[in-house]
């Protein structure tokens, strides 16, 4: 095993749900996503918000595998230990975390009334979220050139990253936006109950019985 940060994990840790580094922007950060899922809602916008929760919840799925690996192994794949006004999991910050629960619905906007229209082929959908998905790792690159965005394993990079993060999380979101609403409702409700049944053993039932914060 090599790591390229062995200690990325361990400063993360540090500041994990600490307020120490509180900033009063994040509640700026929080009005301006809910006035726009307001305005979505006020719109009856459903499909853009059901694309915006798709997202989301995939992103959290994402983040709690990411820390439960920490817990097992020791290191999270890719850590946060600087720069964020409040770490929420070993590798989200109240700032990605935020963003992140708007992307989905930003992108909705580019979708076609047709998902079966094509360019060069290609569903619409499929490239219009695959295209993202790769700005999205572009942006990752930038991101570990600073000290606020760690990848800890030589192996964890922006094709791994655009490959099992982004491509599930913006050609989720994109296909999500076309679902029957049932359909919607069914599948976007179980990840958000998964997401729930992980937090609540990882950060409440385990910490209870080991004695130490888990993930």
Do not use: C
Not at 22 to 31: K, T
Not at 98 to 113: H, R
Request: proline share 4%; charged share 10%; aromatic share 18%.
């Amino acid at each position: 095993m090599v790591l390229l940060f062995p200690d990325a994990t361990q400063k993360a840790l540090s500041i994990l749900r600490s307020g120490q580094n509180f900033n009063f922007y994040v509640i700026f950060l929080l009005v301006a996503v809910l006035y726009i899922y307001f305005n979505e809602i006020h719109n009856k916008n459903w499909n853009g918000i059901a694309s915006g929760l798709m997202l989301y919840m995939i992103h959290w799925f994402v983040e709690i595998i990411n820390a439960v690996i920490q817990f097992f192994s020791g290191y999270a794949l890719w850590t946060i230990p600087t720069g964020t006004a409040y770490l929420i999991l070993i590798g989200l910050g109240i700032e990605l975390n935020l963003m992140f629960s708007i992307a989905g619905l930003a992108q909705s906007k580019l979708l076609p009334e047709d998902p079966k229209e094509k360019i060069f082929g290609i569903p619409k959908p499929l490239l219009i979220g695959i295209a993202n998905a790769a700005f999205a790792s572009i942006i990752e690159i930038f991101l570990i050139m600073t000290p606020t965005f760690v990848w800890v394993y030589w192996w964890w990079n922006a094709i791994t990253v655009f490959i099992f993060v982004y491509i599930p999380f913006f050609v989720g979101a994109a296909y999500a936006y076309y679902w029957e609403k049932d359909k919607q409702k069914k599948i976007i409700g179980s990840l958000a109950l998964i997401n729930v049944i992980l937090l609540v053993i990882f950060t409440v039932i385990l910490p209870l019985i080991l004695g130490r914060v888990v993930i």
